[in-house]
């Protein structure tokens, strides 16, 4: 099946710096890609829904300007969390979507953990 | 509004026990997907199943099976013959029509323990 990858597995940053993490589509075009954030024993929340070449969506509740997404291509989309707390510590998962409106297939990533000290 | 409940927080099981997993979803649309999806301790979602709506056939892989019935808004699994590497948490999820999206909306999330 297709493989959807994310870079890095597992990061660790101090309180106010930027992360990004990278979720890619590796044998597949993922004209869609959506953003999934996990808290400890919870359930996945959306974020965003990424398109490509175009703004991303994202859900209510979610800052924009603190969480950064770019689909450059048809292969990449990028998460960017803009000066991380401890709060934002948490399981982002990536996933993509392949195939057309009839028929389609949506793929996950490994996801990334991480950790804001 | 689109909600999927999972009511088991955590199910314990011995070895070869069989076990079902709980789903129930609301939905106002007519055309919607169910899905479900294991996560282990690794953290990477893997794929189950995926029914859309209009297809209540139940379906059958090896010792996982699934039970779709519309009446009662469910989409149970069930584990037959339970084994440790079962133990994963479990999630139930719901999307909408293709053109409105292939959003998720997951459920809370079963925690499922086999023992050996």
């Known amino acids: 099946g297709a493989v959807v990858s994310q870079h890095p597995s597992w990061v660790i940053c101090k309180s106010g710096t930027s992360v990004k993490i990278e979720c890619r589509s590796l044998d597949f075009q993922a004209t869609t890609m959506f953003w999934y954030r996990q808290f400890p024993k919870q359930s996945l929340m959306l974020m965003a829904t990424?398109?490509?070449?175009?703004?991303?969506?994202?859900e209510q509740g979610v800052e924009k300007d603190k969480f950064l997404i770019n689909h450059a291509s048809l292969t990449l989309s990028t998460l960017t969390v803009t000066s991380a707390h401890p709060e934002d510590s948490s399981f982002y998962i990536c996933?993509?979507?392949?195939?057309?409106?009839?028929?389609?297939?949506?793929?996950f990533g490994p996801g990334t953990r991480l950790t804001v000290t | 509004a689109q909600k999927v409940t999972q009511a088991q927080t955590e199910i314990s099981v011995v070895e070869k026990e069989d076990v079902t997993l709980d789903c129930v979803y609301e939905t106002r649309d007519t055309t919607y997907y169910l899905f479900w999806y294991k996560q282990p301790p690794s953290g990477e979602l893997v794929f189950l199943i995926r029914?859309?709506?209009?297809?209540?056939q139940n379906e059958i892989s090896g010792r996982y099976s699934w039970n779709f019935q519309k009446s009662t808004s469910s989409f149970n699994f069930t584990i037959t013959a339970s084994q440790v590497v079962d133990s994963a948490v479990y999630f139930c999820a719901l999307s909408p029509p293709m053109e409105y999206g292939n959003k998720l909306v997951f459920g809370a999330g079963t925690i499922l323990r086999v023992k050996s």
């Open positions: 029914r859309n709506s209009f297809d209540e």
């Open positions: 990424s398109n490509e070449g175009s703004k991303a969506t994202y």
């Open positions: 996933s993509a979507i392949t195939g057309t409106s009839v028929s389609y297939e949506q793929y």
